[in-house]
Structures are given as C-alpha cells and as structure tokens.
C-alpha cells in the first residue's frame, strides 16, 4: 500500500511525493536534544552522567549518560532488562548508583527530592484495604502537590467508582488508579515506569487520554517507561531508547520519525 | 501563571502521626477470611477458655497464676509484628510507594516500630483483660473469690503483663531491623545475627541466671520470686537503648542497603 | 507500510489520519491548513482548544500548539484573548493562502515535467488528456 494513501482526502502530499523509506538517511545516536524554542538558561529536568549499576554480575546501568530537557514528555524504550526501572529507582532516590553523576530538577535523588516527583513504580499494586476515597486521602497526606479535585475529576473521566477496594479491583483499574495519584499532582518532574504493562485495552486508552489531559504545556517533565508502544507513542515529543543500560538513540520524537519511522519501528531496527 | 511550587512555603512535612496510622491499618490486616469463618474461630477459642477455666475453677484447689506466663508469646508475636509490617510491603508490592515518600527513613523505620507496636500492646491488653476475667470466674467457681486471692491474681497478671508490655518496644525494635535486613544486601548475615542473639542471651543467663527460667522455679513464699527486681529494670532499659539502635539501623538500611 | 502505524480520528466535522511513521506536527498542520483551505471549518469558526484538540487526537499538547502557532503565522488562524482560536474571518487569507499552496504545487509539478524533459506543449498536452479522463 502506497504511503500517500494513509493522508486521505484531508492530507496534502510532503515534499515531493516520492516518499520511499529507502531514502532515509541511517538511523544514528547522539542526536540533539534541544530544538528551536528552549530556552537554554533553565536546568535539565534530569541529568545523568556515566551512571552504573551492578546487580551481581549483571550490569542495569552501564554508562548510561542522558539530559532531558524540562516541560518534555519523555518516552523511554527499551525491551525488558535494557536498564529502564533501574534508571527510574535511581531518578526516584531508591536505588544508588555504584557510579555516575545524577541529577532530578538540579538535585541530588534523596526523599527530598521525592517532594518534586511522582513516582509510578514497576509492577507496583495498591494498598488493597483501600478505596480510592482512601487512596486520595493518602495521596493528599503523603504526596506533595497533589490536587484532590482533578484526581476526582480524573476518576469520573476514567469510570473509576470512588467506593470500589484496591483489592477487588481488575488489573487495568488498578492500574488507572495509581495513574491518578501520580498524574493529579503539580510537581515538576514525573516518573510513570511502565504504567501499561498487563493491561486490558480500554484501561489503556483511558490511561491515555488521562495522561493527555495533564501532560504538555511546559511545565512539567514526564517520563514514561514501556515497551508496548501502540497508541502511546503519539504522546512523546522526545524519545529515548535504551538497551544494556546505555544509551542508543534519543532525540525529539518527530525528528526521529522523519529519520526512521514511528517509534515501533525504530524499536524492531534497534533490538533484532 | 508562573507560581512555583519548588518554594520551600509550600512543603509541609508528612507528620509521623499519619505515617503511624497508615501503617497501623496496614500490620492489622487480617487474614483473607470472610465473616462467617472469623466469628467461627473467635467463638471457639473463647469457648474453649471458658470450659478450661470452668473444669479447673470447679477442681477448686489450683493456683491460677501460672496462666499469665501464656502473655509470654507476646515477646515473640511483637517481633513478628515488626518484621510483617516491613516485608508486607514488600509482599503486596507497594514497597516502591513506601520508600518513594518524601519522608526521612527514620521517620518510616520509626513509624512501622511505633504501629507494630501498638498492635502488640493492644492485643496484649484484650489478652490481658480476658485472662483476668476467666481467672476471677475460675476463682469464683471454686469459692475463693475474696479481696486477698483477687488481689494476688490481678496482682501477679499486672507484674508478667506489664513486663511483657515493657520488653515489647525491644522485641518490635528487632522485628523492624530484621524485616529491614532481609530485605537487604545484607541478607546473607542473618544468621550471623541469630549468633549473636543467642550468644549475648547466653551471656546474661550466665552471669543474672536465666529471666526465663529463674522466674517460675525460683522459691518464696508463694512459690514465685519478685519479677520487678533492680535486674528486670536494667534489662527493660537496655532493651529500650537497643530497640532505638536497631530503629536506626534500620533506617540506615532502608536508605542505603537495599536490595531493590 | 505497516497499516497499524495510522489512526484515523474524528474532531468535529474533520477527521485526521495520522502515520505515526511520519512526524506528527506536520500531520496536523497540513490537514488543518486543507480544511481551512476547502472550507471544512468555516471562516471566523472557533477552532478546538489545544487541550481539546489533542484529547481527540490523543497526541502530546506540545505538538498540537506547534501547529497552531504555525497556522496563525500562516494568517489563517487568530487567537482572541480569553475567547479561543478562531478560523481567520476574511476570506481574502485563506484565498492568499491557497493560491500560495497552489502556486507552489504548480511550480513543483512543473519543474518535475522540466526535469523529465517536457516542455510546456507537452505539459499542455498531458493535462488535456487528464481533463478529458474527468474527475475532480
């Protein structure tokens, strides 16, 4: 099927109309990270530098040098064991690096910075004794920045019941609940490690579009960890593929289409 | 538009109170049983402890003191406690929320002692109050129910009770450090502790005599020696000197020996 | 080409194809400018909201404001303070905005023809015969 097709009706032609994906040129690492309208005097929202990890004789992070610059959405890819939940537990202050500089929002990860962050953790579950009222209470306790009425407006969006236990909920409520509490908070940086993993396809649309409902605009960093990209890439404007705990390919999302496709197919060049 | 929340005006700190409570909700879970199961159990230890105290209270010629030694378990169950309210984190898979707090780790190793705690202590009083009123039913029964064996009695419950309420802060102390550690890097040292344990447990019974022995066998008038003597109080402190080192350490090892 | 990669969309009256293997503000911006140019939204219409627009989307906010920046320095959007983005109400815009757009497709398509080797008889030619073949 001839690409032009896909545009329709609606869609001008680009450029010349002979768009071939032969004639992009190869994929490279190291790409730019700053485009035209950032401004350079604020600090990046994380700055990683030679960050190493040993677990054993496993290396999750190895070298791993990366700046995110801030108010981006930040997808990081990489299949399973490429570094990602490790990275994220360095950024949220769980895990110490063997090696390396990093930084969050200017500062050293520690429980203080945790103040600036919400945190998704990997494969993490709720307090099953708890509500979502519940939930909202404690995130309003323990989470700094957290906002109880949109997380209320976030629920009614996200058919999520109020009175419904953590324990009896379904995986992909579950999942939409713990979304809630990270994303209904105005804090500048958020982690959200694999916030789609094992979940039903209706709960990720929804988690979808509740994370449109809250990213962009500038003002906060958000990155997102996983490997199942359908429907979700479209929400990164900055991409960042991992593998071995390094570093591959990063860069702006549309720069990297215009060089080697969507995020899916880079991912299958990347990691045959 | 441009409100910062990065000023320092903004940040409020997670009051340990808070922490306590989620905490305590979260060591007094009970297991998955439904309803009619619970009410099941419940009746049937407490008519078993009826019976009990009815077939001795009607026997007529025994010293019901020795029944408040059973508070002795609580030493035991407040370990527990303090090592299930750490690793149930771990085991539900919420671990990754509970070190994520923008809390210091004293505060959260403090916090899980301080609830693991007040479970053992309020599961030591409903204890406490039950073994008192089967022992005056069973006094009762045998019509020696008069001020002096009343007295005697509570008197005795009062002394085991209170110092089983007093080394709980020591014994949840340790469970919250050992949960800690067997969630760490330095996992494989557990047995080194248990060396340890035994070996310093040793040490006292051999310089003080055994507390463990030495209080059921040793000879007075009543057949029981003083609990509350100068020894019991320095062993009570330094279980309290300890238990605040251990709360410590644990801290030390959720935040840098973790094995996440 | 992978068929997954595109997703259609409805917003309104218009309705968005978008290929994920091609950058996505350009996307939006051409078939944002088509429909402005064929009168799918009406002059001086209210656009949706960046918000809005990239809920129904379900792309990133940034990369929709992207768009809507460049419409408006196209001239064929204004923004009214607290009231929204609106569709430019003079028709003489968005006609200077078509026949740029169509200056510049015939400027293309000719200097392919010349590229090929044909000369304007020939280019004469070959649109009589697409003309005859009818059609849009």
């Keep these: 099927m001839d690409r032009q097709v896909h545009h329709g009706p609606a869609g001008w032609s680009q450029g010349d109309g002979a768009q071939v994906t032969a004639g992009r040129p190869p994929l490279s690492a190291g790409m730019s990270a700053r485009t035209e309208n950032e401004p350079a005097n604020r600090p990046p929202a994380v700055r990683c530098e030679g960050l190493t990890k040993q677990y054993g004789s496993k290396r999750a992070l190895d070298g791993l040098t990366l700046e995110v610059p801030q108010g981006r959405v930040v997808g990081v890819l990489g299949p399973n064991g490429a570094g990602k939940s490790t990275l994220f537990r360095v950024l949220a202050g ?39 009222r519940d939930a909202f209470r404690y995130a309003e306790q323990f989470l700094l920045g957290f906002q109880p009425e949109q997380a209320l407006e976030l629920a009614a969006w996200m058919q999520l019941d109020l009175d419904l236990r953590a324990g009896d909920m379904s995986r992909g409520q579950e999942a939409r609940l713990m979304l809630i509490l990270c994303i209904a908070r105005r804090v500048p940086v958020i982690l959200l490690d694999e916030p789609f993993a094992g979940i039903d396809a209706v709960s990720r649309a929804r988690i979808t579009e509740g994370l449109v409902a809250r990213i962009g605009g500038g003002e906060t960093t958000v990155l997102v960890s996983t490997h199942e990209l359908a429907e979700v890439e479209a929400l990164f404007d900055h991409a960042v593929f991992l593998n071995a705990g390094r570093v591959l390919m990063q860069g702006p999302a549309d720069e990297l289409r215009r060089r080697g496709g969507s995020m899916q197919e880079i991912m299958q060049q990347l990691y045959v | 538009m441009e409100e910062s929340w990065l000023e320092e005006g903004h940040v409020r700190p997670v009051p340990l109170r808070a922490l306590v409570r989620q905490d305590f909700r979260l060591s007094c879970r009970r297991p998955r049983l439904n309803q009619g199961w619970w009410m099941l159990y419940v009746i049937g230890v407490a008519v078993l402890a009826v019976g009990f105290a009815t077939y001795f209270g009607r026997r007529g010629d025994f010293d019901p003191r020795p029944v408040w030694f059973a508070t002795l378990g609580f030493v035991f169950a407040g370990f527990g406690f303090g ?45 406490c109050v039950a073994l008192a009123l089967l022992g005056l039913y069973a006094l009762a029964l045998g019509g020696r129910l008069n001020p002096a064996e009343a007295a005697r009695y509570l008197g005795f419950g009062a002394a085991v009770g209170g110092l089983v309420a007093a080394v709980l802060p020591g014994a949840a ?29 040793w040490l006292v019974a051999v310089h003080h005599g055994s507390p463990q022995a030495g209080a059921p066998a040793a000879g007075g008038p009543d057949g029981f020696g003083p609990l509350w003597t100068a020894s019991t109080w320095q062993a009570v402190l330094a279980s309290w000197l300890v238990g605040f080192g251990l709360v410590g350490a644990a801290a030390h090892v959720l935040d840098r020996r973790l094995q996440l | 080409m992978r068929d997954d990669a595109v997703h259609e969309r409805k917003v309104g009256p218009l309705t968005f194809r978008l290929d994920l293997s091609q950058p996505l503000y350009e996307q939006i911006l051409e078939q944002m400018r088509a429909a402005i140019a064929r009168g799918e939204l009406p002059l001086g219409e209210k656009i949706p909201s960046v918000r809005e627009m990239a809920q129904a989307l379900r792309v990133n906010p940034n990369t929709v404001s992207h768009a809507y920046q460049e419409l408006e320095r196209d001239g064929l959007t204004e923004t009214r303070r607290g009231q929204g983005t609106f569709v430019t109400a003079e028709p003489a815009r968005v006609d200077q905005f078509r026949t740029a757009i169509a200056e510049q497709a015939v400027n293309e398509f000719v200097d392919r023809m010349q590229a090929l080797g044909f000369g304007w008889n020939d280019i004469d030619r070959l649109l009589d015969e697409r003309k005859a073949k009818g059609g849009a």
């Design chain 2, 83 to 127: 090592i299930g309210v750490v690793t149930n984190e771990w085991k539900n898979s919420t671990v990754g929320w509970w070190l994520s707090l923008p809390v210091p780790r004293w505060r959260l190793a403090a916090s899980k002692w301080m609830s693991a705690l007040l479970r053992g202590w309020l599961l030591l009083l409903v204890v």
């Design chain 1, 94 to 132: 769980l895990v110490q690096p063997d090696a390396g500089r990093v930084e969050v929002a200017g500062q050293l990860p520690g429980w203080r910075t945790n103040r600036q962050i919400a945190y998704l953790p990997d494969r993490a579950r709720w307090y099953r004794e708890h509500t979502v």
């Design chain 2, 173 to 201: 102390a340790f469970g919250v450090f050992y949960g800690a550690i067997a969630k760490s890097r330095w996992r494989p040292a557990i047995p080194l502790i248990w060396l340890a344990v035994s070996g310093s447990w």
